[in-house]
């Protein structure tokens, strides 16, 4: 089955330090992949739909240069949290779509764990 | 807009009872899919079972089935001789499509507790 690769699983670091998470599509290709921010005992929040190729397509309220994101090919997605500081501690999951198989739902990572101290 | 409500944040049954996890939703689109994710302590994302709008039989994956009532607009989760593993965050999903960029629209979640 379609399988997705988040990496790191998780990460403890300073207030200020930049932090980059990347979210692999290991046997299939994926024109489209989704960030979520998810908060303890809450649902999935979207925060941005990454284009392969194209800039990413951000959730009102979410901050475009805190969150970089790049698409640069059909296996990667990279989500940069710009000098980040305690509030940005969370849990962050990507998904990927299989573009060369229709009527599929998303496959997920495994999330990465971001704790800023 | 789509709206996905799970009014129930937290439900607990024995070992091997059976139990549903209520799931509403708000759309006005006549085709579109309903999802069920399980989402145990390890935090993975776990497709539990599916449903296209268009197929009007309930939707079956061995100990989990879903009735889906369209017209009521709810989709409700059904698991059978639940177990320990069973234990974790349900969320309800809905989307237009499975192509392109459709987005997962997601419920508020219900934890499901199994006691042994």
């Known amino acids: 089955g379609a399988v997705v690769s988040q990496h790191p699983s998780r990460v403890i670091c300073k207030s200020g330090t930049s932090v980059k998470i990347e979210c692999r599509s290991l046997?299939?290709?994926?024109?489209?992949m989704f960030w979520y921010r998810q908060f303890p005992k809450k649902s999935l929040m979207l925060m941005a739909t990454s284009n392969e190729g194209s800039k990413a397509t951000y959730e009102q309220g979410v901050e475009k240069d805190k969150f970089l994101i790049n698409h640069a090919s059909l296996t990667l997605s990279t989500l940069t949290v710009t000098s980040a500081h305690p509030e940005d501690s969370s849990f962050y999951i990507c998904?990927?779509?299989?573009?060369?198989?229709?009527?599929?739902?998303?496959?997920f990572g495994d999330g990465t764990r971001l704790s800023i101290l | 807009a789509q709206t996905v409500t799970q009014s129930q944040p937290e439900m607990s049954v024995q070992e091997a009872e059976t139990v549903t996890l209520s799931c509403t939703y708000d759309t006005s689109e006549n085709n579109y899919y309903l999802f069920w994710y399980k989402q145990p302590p390890s935090r993975q994302m776990i497709l539990v079972i599916r449903q296209e709008a268009y197929k009007q039989q309930n939707a079956t994956e061995n100990r989990f089935s879903v009735n889906f009532q369209k017209a009521a607009k709810s989709f409700s989760l059904k698991i059978s001789d639940s177990q320990l593993g069973d234990t974790a965050m349900y969320f309800c999903?809905?989307?237009?499509?499975?192509?392109?960029?459709?987005?997962?629209?997601w419920g508020a979640g219900t934890k499901l507790i199994i006691k042994p």
């Open positions: 999903a809905f989307t237009e499509g499975l192509d392109s960029n459709y987005q997962l629209i």
């Open positions: 046997d299939f290709q994926a024109t489209t």
């Open positions: 998904s990927a779509r299989d573009r060369g198989v229709g009527n599929q739902p998303q496959h």
